[in-house]
T-cell receptor, first 112, second 112 residues
Framework: DAKTTQPNSMESNEEEPVHLPCNHS???????IHWYRQLPSQGPEYVIH???SNVNNRMASLAIAEDRKSSTLILHRATLRDAAVYYC?????????????FGRGTQLTVWP | DTAVSQTPKYLVTQMGNDKSIKCEQN?????MYWYKQDSKKFLKIMFS???????INETVPNRFSPKSPDKAHLNLHINSLELGDSAVYFC???????????FGSGTQLSVL
């Protein structure tokens, strides 16, 4: 499975935008990019996913580099509730998402 | 209503005991999973069931036995508990094997 690299931790102030980077230099052409987050004492929660084009939903935006070797999860206005561990995961098209390794993720701290 | 619920939330037991964790989902999904999150926070797939059939078994000791009485339930029974089994166990479900995952809030298992 292709691996991802994320910073261990990031910090933001409330109501500011947050850009969470993910490097996946060995990504293959059929790998989807998924983001999940895990709030304290909760199970992981789906955030967003994409293949090639940038994606937006009510939670966040996903910006995918043209060469697909990196991507950025964008939280447009961080809130205290966004403090969580964010996981970037690659999922080959047609595979079972459940097989994948979540990794350490990025611990996001949001300051009031 | 909680989409994926698991019980108990906390489980403290002695080495050598047998214990079960129950999981139920009311999302109408046909695939359910058990994940284990160890002390280093790595989240790994253990089992996956699709329509009550075992699909994924990721090198888990035979002491762990999942049971799916119907599509909405996936229980995890653990025999002869060991210290190394201490972890947080998450149940999850998805619509199809490649759908986005919905997680329960976890069961913290402590083996003394």
């Amino acid at each position: 499975d292709a691996k991802t690299t994320q910073p261990n931790s990031m910090e933001s102030n409330e109501e500011e935008p947050v850009h969470l980077p993910c490097n996946h230099s060995t990504i293959s052409g059929t790998d989807y990019i998924h983001w999940y987050r895990q709030l304290p004492s909760q199970g992981p929660e789906y955030v967003i996913h994409g293949l090639t084009s940038n994606v937006n939903n009510r939670m966040a935006s996903l910006a995918i580099a043209e060469d697909r070797k990196s991507s950025t999860l964008i939280l447009h206005r961080a809130t205290l509730r966004d403090a969580a561990v964010y996981y970037c995961i690659l999922s080959p098209r047609g595979s079972t998402l459940g097989r994948l390794y979540f990794g350490r993720g990025t611990q996001l701290t949001v300051w009031p | 209503d909680t989409a994926v619920s698991q019980t108990p939330k906390y489980l403290v037991t002695q080495m050598g005991n047998d214990k079960s964790i129950k999981c139920e989902q009311n999302l109408g999904h046909d695939t359910m999973y058990w994940y284990k999150q160890d002390s280093k926070k790595f989240l790994k797939i253990m089992f996956s069931y699709n329509n009550k059939e075992l699909i994924i078994n990721e090198t888990v000791p035979n002491r762990f036995s999942p049971k799916s009485p119907d599509k909405a339930h996936l229980n995890l029974h653990i025999n002869s508990l060991e210290l190394g089994d201490s972890a947080v166990y998450f149940c999850a479900s998805s619509q199809e094997l490649r759908g986005k995952l919905f997680f329960g809030s976890g069961t913290q298992l402590s083996v003394l």
